[in-house]
């Protein structure tokens, strides 16, 4: 069965950090373009950052940058998000998702991802 898991998520303060993970099983998930987003109560689905399967990228968007870090381990099968210096506007469902579409650049669209785990939660509070 193929399948996403996030996990890591959690509440923090303003200021504070997370790691997340996406685990994947019944695939290979270096074989694929791998991508982080966000969702917010009452927004459109929004990516974050991509890393292709040759490890091209990452690729942030501007909001994320210099805060944010994707990474893989391709022993583990697992790809990261670790969030740095988090703020209240970051709070948001997070997803990953992977797909043959490839990874070039900050324009990561949700559209262009056809597998997706289940999501795990961010709350950033003052």
């Known amino acids: 069965q193929v399948q996403l898991v996030e996990s890591g998520g959690g509440s923090v303060q303003s200021g504070g950090s997370l790691r997340l993970s996406c685990a994947a099983s019944?695939?290979?998930?270096?074989?694929?373009?791998v991508g982080w987003f966000r969702q917010a109560p009452g927004k459109e689905r929004e990516g974050i950052v991509c890393?292709?399967?040759?490890?091209?990228?990452?690729y942030y968007i501007d909001s994320v940058k210099g805060r944010f870090t994707m990474s893989r381990d391709n022993a583990k099968n697992t790809v990261y998000l670790q969030m740095n210096s988090l703020r209240p506007e970051d709070a948001a469902v997070y997803y990953c998702?992977?797909?043959?579409?490839?990874?070039?650049?900050?324009?990561?669209?949700?559209?262009?991802?056809?597998?997706w785990g289940q999501g795990t939660q961010v709350t950033v509070s003052t």
């Open positions: 998702a992977v797909d043959s579409w490839p990874c070039i650049d900050d324009d990561i669209r949700a559209s262009d991802y056809g597998t």
């Open positions: 019944g695939f290979t998930l270096d074989v694929y373009h």
């Open positions: 890393i292709d399967n040759s490890d091209g990228g990452p």
